[in-house]
DNA sequence: TGACAATGTTACCGATCGGTACGTATACAT
DNA sequence: ATGTATACGTACCGATCGGTAACATTGTCA
């Protein structure tokens, strides 16, 4: 009831977003503490504590709380694939200059001081149930990365594409999971190195 | 520390501190649970339930849940480095086929139906906060497991020994991680022959 | 047997969990 | 103005969370 703030005249004219206003606050909030801290950490008070509305908005926009995590994973999965899409655009048909140049930034990624690994990594430890809606995401997400790091081994010319591939998905996992273990100077900033190393020694001599 | 299993019906000789019955119980259906469901997942109510004891039992052996956890992971600790150490002690002094040895195992584990990843690193993803008792288990655990591996990366005789140990350490991780991630048929199935192809690619020419 | 300590049990605490019934404020078309 | 649809807020729900006070039972010694 505080909201005496109504100096501006007439309507907004910019925003015109025809989502509810609230609900693209509360993604943006819940993304950043399910990230953080974790999503079985917080709560939906607090989420919409943060965003400044009430529950009612949030499950008006959101059937549940498992929903409101798969849609941040669903934002995140979108974010991801551009991130790796651009490592891909900017070494065309060199696949593995792509993965070097993807690995180099999630190594240097790892060394932040407040990396908290995949969001889809780590909501799949969080929710070991299959059919549990953000772990639905995860899955689909990381099926298609296998899939899509094998396509490139075998692009390369690998002498086992599948067994490359997996190797390269083992170090990626490895690197999400150890740069929010160890924290600076961590193995996962090596990740591009062994990976090179890696295809080095899995191409056809 | 008294360690003689003895059969003597008499007194206890051997076990001078008798620890709670009802204690290794608990301890017991909490390892299960927590590394099954996660710790956050799971309720102290349940466990008591479970352990066919009630909650007061519980807090008079440990100091509360967050405590209960730690010493879960202390447990797991242990019989991680037997694992680790037998695969060491199947072969003396071959360090590459120490490490062979542990990862197949590893690999083979990963393929089992109720596989959950590691204990420590699942702690790790659900506590990230630094002081929690159960993520200073799991990260002094990963950082001796980070020591041992360079160690014997460098014993292999390892252009760059570091870098090597750190990429065991990340196919390692990553191993855990796709092992509950993809079920059967996923990617950690080939740790040992991609630690087997990266070694021979770090040794010195 | 009696004394004592360890262990187990009943019943309860305040806080927080995810989720909802229901009334209110605002915008636009008629 | 008035109807109507949509967005938002107040207040509340039962269940469960981790944790505890007070009491009953048990086993082990002298």
Same mark, same amino acid.
């Given at each position: 009831m505080s909201r005496m703030k109504s100096i501006e005249p007439t309507i907004n004219a910019d925003d015109v977003a025809p989502p509810p206003r609230a609900a693209q606050k509360i993604l943006s909030v819940a993304r950043d503490l399910f990230y953080r801290q974790g999503i079985r950490a917080i709560g939906v008070d607090e989420i919409v504590k943060r965003a400044g509305v009430t529950k009612p908005s949030l499950y008006r926009s959101f059937p549940s709380k498992d929903e409101l995590a798969a849609s941040y994973l669903r934002q995140y999965d979108l974010e991801f694939w551009d991130r790796f899409d651009e490592a891909v655009a900017a070494h065309p048909g060199d696949p593995r200059a792509q993965i070097a140049a993807f690995l180099t930034r999630v190594g240097k990624r790892t060394q932040k001081?407040?990396?908290r690994g995949c969001g889809m990594t780590n909501a799949a430890v969080e929710y070991p149930e #299959? %059919?549990?809606?953000? #772990?639905?995401? %995860?899955?689909?997400?990381?099926?298609?990365?296998?899939r899509r790091l094998r396509a490139m081994a075998a692009a390369m010319g690998a002498a086992d594409a599948d067994t490359l591939g997996d190797?390269?998905?083992?170090?990626i996992e490895g690197a999400y999971i150890s740069g929010q273990l160890f924290g600076l100077g961590g193995p996962a900033q090596s990740v591009a190195r062994n990976a090179d190393l890696l295809i080095g020694a899995s191409l056809k001599k």
């Open positions: 001081a407040d990396y #299959r %059919s549990h809606p953000a #772990r639905i995401v %995860s899955e689909a997400n990381k099926q298609e990365l296998r190797g390269l998905l083992l170090l």
